[in-house]
């Protein structure tokens, strides 16, 4: 860890952590991983003032939000004296993510080692992060390998993809929170209708349009700025009758037969 001013000092080293996390409000504190235990750190006197045994195969504590408790696998712990607070099954080998407002927590399973590789889970937990309590198991179409909240809290990015040794790539998806599937569907209808109405008034003018658009989509292709460019009307030539021996002749003067 470095100090940044005028010159770069460097502060304390981490020879043996494979994960480091600054505390979350303060940031006076450094929990890393380090082999079977995590580590806690107090920045300002340099040295290590707390262990927590390693109870999950890779990451073994994550600062809360609040600044006042730190999640170890299924374990909370009360960062001021150290007191276990509860314990939560439902964390168990699980990678937690905490919202921006940190009011609600994601977890997803950590990947197990198996014969034919690495194994992820095909769903996540939602909890609430003030009483750990179950709120909602999702589940997905394929394996987990991350997610992501946005800024705002209001999407979930989940990279999603099928076990390994296959062709098929891995996929982002984009989860409203709050919006329950009968809302979505509903609003889907409401589209597909609006799109129905607006198809049926461009059908009326799809032959007077055919030239505009065969002239902007070159336009687009070359680079240019179709929606500036000025197209001029050409204008329509009058219909002139031939009879069958290649003479011409007018409207009126036409056979019926």
């Known amino acids: 860890m470095w100090s940044m001013g005028e010159f770069f000092e460097s502060k304390m080293i981490f020879e043996h952590e494979d994960y480091i996390e600054f505390s979350k409000v303060s940031q006076d504190k450094i929990i890393g991983t380090a082999n079977e235990v995590a580590k806690i750190y107090d920045i300002e006197r340099n040295q290590e003032i707390r262990k927590l045994d390693k109870l999950n195969q890779n990451l073994s504590g994550v600062f809360h939000p609040n600044g006042l408790e730190i999640v170890s696998n299924t ?15 439902q964390l168990d080998q699980c990678h937690i993510t905490f919202t921006n407002s940190g009011d609600i927590i994601y977890a997803r399973t950590m990947e197990q080692d198996t ?4 194994k992820y889970e095909s769903s996540f937990k939602t909890l609430d992060a003030s009483d750990y309590s179950s709120i909602a198991t999702i589940e997905t179409r394929r394996s987990i390998l991350d997610l992501c909240t946005s800024s705002n809290d209001l999407q979930l990015a989940v990279v999603e993809n099928l076990p390994l040794l296959t062709v098929e790539e891995s996929v982002v998806r984009l989860y409203d929170v709050g919006r329950l599937r009968a809302d979505q569907e509903d609003y889907d209808e409401e589209e597909d209708d609006d799109k129905d ?3 049926g008034q461009g059908d009326d003018n799809d032959s007077d349009d055919s ?18 460019v000025d197209y001029e009307e050409e204008e329509e030539e009058e219909e002139e009758d031939w009879d069958y021996d290649g003479n011409l002749q007018d409207g009126d003067d036409t056979e019926e037969f």
């Open 197 to 199: 109405d607006e198809d």
């Open 115 to 118: 014969e034919d590789g690495d």
């Open 211 to 228: 030239r505009s658009s065969s002239d902007e989509d070159d336009g687009m292709f070359r680079g240019e700025n179709f929606s500036d």
């Open 75 to 89: 374990e909370v712990w009360d960062i001021r004296n150290f007191h276990l607070l509860k314990t939560v099954p």
